[in-house]
């Protein structure tokens, strides 16, 4: 069974830092592109970066820009998102996603994990 397992989350200061993971199972990680997604309590989830396959690509935010940085380590079937330079506006569950595309488009998610950002 596919799986995702973020984890990572926790309450921060503003100005501080957190590192998000991601760990798969059941599926070959390797072979998927990745995403991080952001839900603000009361707003809809909105995408927060994405990985290729090899880590060549990336792409970011613009809320996020500079200051998130997303990885992979497929030899660990894990994702990061280094979070750095919190600020309030970041509060809110972080989802991880992986996708498919082609014959057969399929995504797995994982459960989230919860960040808060508050003096």
């Known amino acids: 069974q596919a799986q995702l397992a973020e984890s990572g989350g926790g309450w921060v200061q503003p100005g501080g830092s957190l590192r998000l993971s991601c760990i798969a199972s059941?599926?070959?990680?390797?072979?998927?592109?990745l995403a991080w997604y952001h839900e603000a309590p009361g707003k809809e989830r909105e995408l927060v970066a994405t990985?290729?396959?090899?880590?060549?690509?990336?792409n970011y935010g613009d809320s996020v820009k500079g200051r998130f940085t997303v990885s992979r380590d497929n030899d660990k079937n894990t994702a990061y998102l280094q979070m750095n330079d919190l600020r309030p506006r970041d509060t809110g569950v972080y989802y991880c996603?992986?996708?498919?595309?082609?014959?057969?488009?399929?995504?797995?998610w994982g459960q989230g994990t919860q960040v808060t950002v508050s003096a």
């Open positions: 059941g599926f070959a990680f390797s072979t998927y592109p």
């Open positions: 990985i290729s396959t090899t880590s060549r690509l990336t």
């Open positions: 996603n992986a996708w498919q595309l082609g014959d057969a488009p399929h995504e797995y």
